[in-house]
Nanobody, 127 residues
Framework: QVQLVESGGGSVQAGGSLRLSCAAS????????MGWFRQAPGKAREGVAA?????????SYGDSVKGRFTVSHDDAKNTLYLHMNSLKPEDTAMYYC???????????????????WGQGTQVTVSS
């Protein structure tokens, strides 16, 4: 089990950038699929990006963020990052970090695959 704490959210104008962080504690020696999800009011939670900590070059992205967002992981800090560029108003949502000890396969964006979640950090993009 890991405990996850997100930070870095805030308000930004369209076209701007933000970097979200997700600090993990607990069983950080195991390899995890770690993902970023977001949920806007009235909408379902959707997968944004994910990577497998034992093979960090293998990354997955949601179609709406490809080319704009980048996911990365710092092993020394046990921290997952989401670098968000060219932000749009439709990126406004609560962003959550999730983790579970599996390989991050094709179903990486399914919320049911993750048992460990952070409390979320709000991102608001104004036009």
């Amino acid at each position: 089990q890991v405990q996850l704490v997100e930070s870095g959210g805030g308000s930004v104008q369209a076209g701007g950038s933000l970097r979200l962080s997700c600090a993990a504690s607990g069983d950080t020696q195991s390899a995890y699929c770690m993902g970023w999800f977001r949920q806007a009011p009235g909408k379902a939670r959707e997968g944004v990006a994910a990577l497998y900590t034992a093979a960090r070059s293998v990354k997955s992205y949601g179609d709406s963020v490809k080319g704009r967002f980048t996911v990365s992981h710092d092993d020394a800090k046990n921290t997952l990052y989401l670098h968000m560029n060219s932000l749009k108003p439709e990126d406004t949502a609560m962003y959550y970090c999730a983790a579970d000890p599996w390989l991050c396969g094709r179903t990486w964006s399914q919320t049911s695959r993750y048992n460990n979640w952070g409390q979320g950090t709000q991102v608001t993009v104004s036009s």
